[in-house]
């Protein structure tokens, strides 16, 4: 049996693996209220999967505090150093680091109300930027926000993977 040139197990075969690879494709979210530990469980997410990662592996903060918790394989960016002052140029930063290393499967983002410069009525629009930009670029996003998890936006919800 043949479609198109190509036999139909193989599309299957084919269609179910990008289905399910595509399913890891996403922005994930880590919450809590300040001072809970969501730093901790982003340095160590971000220091376990860059063991099993191919590609590299971005971490975004507004400091430097963390540099020596991460592993050495982790590319560490203090954002403040690059006068991003609004969460379109945070947008713009993002791609700008995707289009220099083509290889990144993971971006850890500490702080992303801070560092994105985003307010509590603009958390919607940022992770739906984010999320496009995941889904373009097939790069996973960890997101680590200061917030109660009943905070984030409904369609976001099921994106949460830690509520401190």
Do not use: W
């Not at 040139?5 to 299957?12: E, M, S, V």
């Not at 860059?50 to 991460?70: P, R």
């Amino acid at each position: 049996m043949r479609a198109n040139g190509f036999n139909i197990r193989k599309q299957a075969a084919y269609l179910l693996f990008y289905i399910q690879f595509r399913r890891f494709i996403m922005i994930q979210i880590i919450t809590g209220d300040k001072g809970k530990g969501k730093t901790k469980v982003l340095i160590d997410k971000v220091n376990n999967e860059v063991k099993v990662v191919a590609g590299s592996v971005v971490f975004i903060d507004n400091n430097n505090k963390h540099l020596y918790e991460l592993s050495n394989r982790v590319r560490m960016i203090n954002c403040t150093n690059y006068d991003v002052n609004n969460l379109e140029m945070f947008a713009g930063f993002i791609l700008g680091i995707i289009s220099q290393d083509k290889n990144i499967e993971k971006i850890y983002i500490d702080n992303f109300t801070s560092v994105a410069y985003t307010n509590p009525d603009q958390v919607k629009y940022a992770l739906d930027m984010m999320n496009r930009i995941s889904e373009k670029y097939n790069i996973s996003i960890v997101l680590c926000f200061a917030t109660d998890s009943s905070d984030v936006p409904e369609e976001y919800k099921n994106n949460i993977i830690a509520a401190l």
